[in-house]
């Protein structure tokens, strides 16, 4: 990748990175230094760039990966900018729009299926108002379908800002998770 700024000062950036602090927007440094940390338990390993895109995107907010992110982890990867954009592009999971400050994700894989998904599909859109795929108007939720999460024993299950919760069988039991969140308490049942 050229680079037009040549950084000097910031440990998070490496020589020739396109960023200097002055151009930092939603990549604070605090995020930064989150995004070190997820792309160093990947061993920095550019073949593991799905997995690291995810984390990244968890932990970003609006839980998405705006170009700023992209660049940096192209600059970090020493990947091209059209290599991280090919994989946000085609995994739907990841998005180069915001989505909200809360992102609830229900499987629709088989297991969760089987044990109920749909239900629970329809619970949330009732609560929060919206279809699978939109995001609240304020911002605050977006809520889309997943490929299985690894919750299988719990299914239904959802993931909320990357934490799954389950099994969630009742209405009464999505309202009770989301009143949790609100308050900030876990939502490890
Ligand atoms: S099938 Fe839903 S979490 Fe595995």
Do not use: W
Request: glycine share 8%; with cysteine.
């Amino acid at each position: 990748m050229s680079a037009n700024v040549t950084n000097t000062t910031d440990p998070h950036l490496s020589a020739g990175s396109l960023y200097k602090p002055a151009d930092v927007t939603l990549l604070t440094l605090e995020l930064m230094a989150q995004i070190d940390f997820i792309l160093e338990s990947y061993a920095m390993d550019p073949t593991r760039l799905v997995g690291m895109l995810l984390e990244i995107q968890d932990v970003t907010p609006k839980q998405y990966l705006p170009k700023e992110i992209a660049v940096y982890v192209g600059d970090k990867l020493d990947l091209p900018l059209s290599r991280v954009y090919d994989v946000i592009s085609f995994y739907e999971a990841l998005s180069d729009v915001p989505r909200a400050d809360i992102v609830i994700q229900f499987c629709d894989s088989v297991v969760c299926k089987v044990t109920g998904s749909h239900k629970l599909k329809v619970a949330l859109e009732g609560i929060l108002g919206i279809k699978a795929g939109e995001s609240t108007k304020d911002g605050k939720y977006h809520l889309e379908s997943a490929p299985c999460f690894g919750a299988c024993d719990i299914s239904p299950a959802i993931r909320i800002n990357g934490v799954v919760y389950g099994p969630l069988k009742t209405e009464e039991a999505v309202r009770d998770v989301l009143a949790r969140f609100e308050k900030g308490g876990s939502l490890h049942g």
